[in-house]
């Protein structure tokens, strides 16, 4: 039986590990931020006159805390997929954790302009469950393929939780 929580080996044909670790985390890192970027192109927190405006949940923390918790969240979702790619490379094994990784991105990426740019608390709220489902979804896939990744993601699905419940809280009270 094979060990899936040891530390991955350069598999076989793969020179440099170490450089092509690194490069993996860079490359699912540049698709990680670039579609944060995507999605923090809507104005959105205190620069958003409509989100002033709004009624605040209690539970609502400071604009500063979002960049906080998003940039170590991206990262975690980078490294996470770079070890599921290390441990199967472009195979059939890949193509369902990977899938589900963009599909996540671009969800998230589409909340932000759903809640802050077409100012559509509800629907928000509709995508932000869907999102949640499949993070669930793919650390469910990245758990198969190594541990590791999966448990990476849970901090995202934790922060996607609180995120939930503000959105619902926000639409509730707007």
């Not at 698709?31 to 927190?45: C, H, I, K, R, W």
């Not at 193509?95 to 608390?121: D, E």
């Amino acid at each position: 039986m094979t060990d899936t929580t040891a530390p991955a080996q350069t598999p076989p044909g793969r020179a440099g590990g170490g450089l092509l670790a690194a490069f993996s985390v860079l490359l699912f890192a540049a698709l990680t931020f670039g579609f944060a970027a995507l999605g923090s192109s809507a104005p959105s927190g205190d620069e958003n006159p409509w989100f002033r405006a709004l009624e605040k949940p209690p539970i609502n923390p400071p604009s500063i805390i979002f960049p906080l918790v998003w940039t170590p969240l991206y990262m975690l979702m980078a490294v996470s997929m770079s070890l599921v790619w290390w441990r199967t490379g472009w195979r059939r094994a890949f193509v369902l954790p990977f899938t589900l990784f963009v599909v996540q991105l671009a969800l998230n990426a589409a909340w932000t302009w759903l809640f802050f740019g077409a100012r559509m608390p509800w629907l928000a709220f509709a995508e932000i469950l869907l999102l949640w489902a499949t993070i669930a979804a793919m650390i469910r896939a990245f758990w198969q393929v190594r541990p590791l990744a999966g448990m990476l993601q849970l901090p995202y699905l934790a922060w996607v939780s609180f995120a939930a419940l503000l959105n619902g809280w926000f639409a509730v009270l707007n």
